[in-house]
């Protein structure tokens, strides 16, 4: 089975840290994604990776960003945490070569984060 | 980009058929429709994926009609663990940016017994 883990289920930071999110899959995809997941806004893409060190930003990438300097690793950046931050980010991987498994992603379990 | 709306929730009862429609009005020619199910505390998880007409795996079956503007998943004789959130998704499938690829807001589904 594919395993996306991501490395903290909560995270609790104060106004103006920088914080990570940290992300690693094990099954060599290309793509990577970073989603934040709000209620009633459903899953929102901040930014995703193709290919290592390659990046594109989603629909909401105000206030972040990422890095992805290996394959099977790819992290989010919160570069001054605020509080509008608060909220369950969800990391996902996928494959471009295997012809059942395009479009489908495998997603973590999520981090929580509080920025207070 | 090919948005979609969903119902926000539905209730059922166990063992009951439940369908849950998804209409995509701008979908184009080479969009995929994906389905996804969540659970409190966890990712979405990938259910079902189809282009046109039927397609049927061991957890759900997914109908699009000819004209591709909405689908419907359907779910047969629901249990209390089919209770979460499940997600459309429409995109390429060899799409070369991920901004093509579009969640829906989601639809809580809460089976009752």
């Known amino acids: 089975d594919v395993k996306v883990t991501q490395s903290s289920r909560y995270l609790v930071k104060r106004t103006g840290e920088k914080v990570f999110l940290e992300c690693v899959q094990d099954?060599?995809?290309?793509?990577m994604f970073w989603y934040r997941q709000d209620p009633g806004l459903g899953l929102r893409l901040i930014y995703f990776?193709?290919?290592?060190?390659?990046?594109e930003k989603g629909d909401i990438p105000e206030g972040y960003s990422v890095s992805r300097e290996k394959k099977e690793r790819f992290s989010l950046i919160l570069e001054s945490a605020s509080t509008n931050q608060t909220s369950m980010y969800l990391c996902?991987?996928?494959?471009?070569?295997?012809?059942?498994?395009?479009?489908?992603?495998?997603f973590g379990a999520g981090t929580r984060l509080s920025v207070l | 980009l090919a948005k979609t709306t969903q119902p926000i929730s539905m209730d059922s009862y166990e063992g009951q058929e439940v369908n849950i429609t998804c209409s995509h009005n701008n979908i184009a020619t080479n969009d995929y429709i994906t389905w996804y199910q969540q659970f409190p505390s966890q990712g979405p998880r990938f259910i079902i994926q189809g282009y046109k007409t039927k397609v049927t795996n061991e957890v759900a079956s997914l109908f699009i009609p000819a004209d591709r503007k909405s689908s419907t998943l359907s779910l047969p004789r629901v249990s209390l663990s089919d209770t979460a959130v499940y997600y459309c998704?429409?995109?390429?499938?060899?799409?070369?940016?991920?901004?093509?690829?579009?969640f829906g807001s989601g639809t809580q589904l809460t089976v009752l017994p």
């Open positions: 990776s193709y290919d290592v060190k390659m990046k």
């Open positions: 099954m060599d995809h290309e793509n």
């Open positions: 996902a991987s996928s494959s471009l070569w295997t012809e059942l498994a395009k479009n489908i992603q495998y």
């Open positions: 998704l429409v995109g390429p499938i060899s799409s070369g940016s991920a901004r093509q690829l579009t």
